[in-house]
């Protein structure tokens, strides 16, 4: 037998290891993040033109005004129908713009979207009819300043859920569903 030669069992472990390796760096990320340290946000709604500065974590717990308010402003605004957000949606992109370094506001084109408001959006054209919106676990946005690419980019890395990437839209969406990743 010669150097060369590996047993399967030999090969899958280190095969394992190396991919284990390879995940670190992401790991690390996602470790710091899920750390016990607050979480702040600044949203604007772009179709009411409501804005939000909020401590919605404080370092042990979700602060249920603060989500509240978040919740509020994520609402359908069409039918005025408020629905509790996924929080991972809400980690997600403070996750996004701390990895990316931005401070400024992320800005909402889609929160919760109600079936009613879904259906009328399906018939232009452009929206799921199954849509992760009306299950409150989608949000479309861009970061103030920041590249679509740029917050494609730490969305995918993330891997919560579905990435869109809208460049004619101005926005990413992401979702709590499959992770999964396409271009509309």
């Known amino acids: 037998m010669s150097n060369l030669d590996i047993s399967r069992r030999r090969f899958l472990t280190l095969s394992g290891l190396a991919v284990g390796a390879c995940m670190l760096p992401n790991i690390a990320q996602a470790s710091s993040f899920q750390a016990k340290t607050p979480r702040t946000m600044l949203l604007r709604n772009l179709h009411t033109g409501e804005e939000l500065e909020t401590k919605y974590f404080n370092g042990k717990t979700y602060v249920g005004k603060e989500v509240r308010r978040l919740d509020h402003l994520c609402r359908d605004f069409r039918q005025n129908e408020i ?10 992109i403070a996750q996004i713009q701390s990895y990316l370094g931005h401070e400024g506001y992320a800005q909402l084109f889609s929160g919760y979207r109600s079936s009613k408001t879904n259906k009328m959006l399906a018939k232009r054209g452009g929206v799921a009819k ?53 271009r509309g």
């Open 130 to 182: 199954k849509s992760y919106h009306m299950k409150a676990q989608a949000i479309d946005f861009n970061l103030e300043g920041v590249s679509l690419a740029k917050i494609r980019k730490a969305a995918s890395d993330l891997n919560i859920g579905g990435v869109g990437y809208y460049p004619n839209s101005q926005f990413i969406h992401i979702d709590t569903g499959p992770v999964r990743h396409w």
């Open 83 to 92: 629905a509790r957000i996924d929080r991972r949606l809400y980690d997600a």
